[in-house]
């Protein structure tokens, strides 16, 4: 069974705090993405990572990719509370198949 | 651009009964999917399609039947509705294979509480 293991799986801290996510599997990726997605809608999509190693910046938000491609991670600077929201990460496997973490629920407290 | 739609929104089922969400995208995607949230478990795919007059099963497909007649339209059927199926479903769709350098969008989603 192919895993992907996101943690923490509850995350509240107060505006201006730092924040990292992690996305863990002993599969690996041929890319991995990561998602928003806000109550009452659908996942929009971040980022996509496809090379080992590569890191990529939206604004606050820095999104790495591990050097064996089988783990992730987002870090967010500052947050504010629009970050609020469940942080998603999905992995392609080598097969085609798109498997999902648990989701990571964040509460960015004013 | 509507981009993906679903409906109904919400619903709710007795144990049996039999219904069909919709779902169309208006962005000629060859690939859709239908995927269902439950709490702690991400999102699991429970049928897709690579186009029009093609499925394949996904994750979780029992209980769960589709059909893909044109490349806008991919419809979720309950044949017959269990607790179990209470989730959040939502439908997916992209140009490409989801998951690469394609973006796959999703609908707003649809509640279902089978009672």
């Known amino acids: 069974t192919q895993l992907l293991e996101q943690s923490p799986q509850f995350l509240s801290i107060q505006e201006g705090e730092n924040l990292t996510v992690y996305c863990n599997s002993s599969?690996?990726?041929?890319?991995l993405q990561w998602y928003r997605q806000e109550p009452g809608e659908g996942p929009v999509l971040l980022v996509t990572?496809?090379?080992?190693?590569e890191v990529k910046k939206l604004k606050r938000l820095t999104f790495q990719f591990g050097d064996a491609r089988k783990d992730s991670s987002l870090h967010i600077t500052a947050a504010q509370p629009g970050d609020t929201g469940l942080y998603l990460c999905?992995?392609?496997?080598?097969?085609?198949?798109?498997?999902f973490g648990q989701g990571t629920t964040l509460q960015v407290k004013p | 651009n509507a981009g993906v739609t679903q409906t109904p929104k919400f619903q709710v089922l007795k144990t049996g009964q039999s219904m069909t969400l919709q779902c169309a995208q208006d962005?000629?995607?060859?690939?859709m999917s239908w995927y269902r949230q439950d709490p702690g478990m991400g999102l699991r795919l429970i049928h897709y399609?690579?186009?029009?007059?093609?499925?394949d099963q996904g994750e979780v497909p029992n209980g769960y039947n589709v059909s893909r007649s044109t490349t806008e339209d991919f419809p979720l059927r309950l044949l017959s509705a269990a607790p179990s199926q209470t989730s959040v479903y939502f439908c997916?769709?992209?140009?490409?294979?989801?998951?690469?350098?394609?973006?796959?969008?999703f609908g707003p989603g649809t509640r279902l509480t089978v009672l």
């Open positions: 997916a769709s992209s140009y490409s294979l989801p998951g690469g350098t394609d973006t796959q969008y």
């Open positions: 599969s690996v990726f041929s890319s």
């Open positions: 990572v496809v090379t080992g190693g």
């Open positions: 999905a992995g392609q496997l080598l097969s085609g198949k798109l498997i």
């Open positions: 962005m000629n995607h060859e690939y």
């Open positions: 399609s690579v186009g029009a007059g093609i499925t």
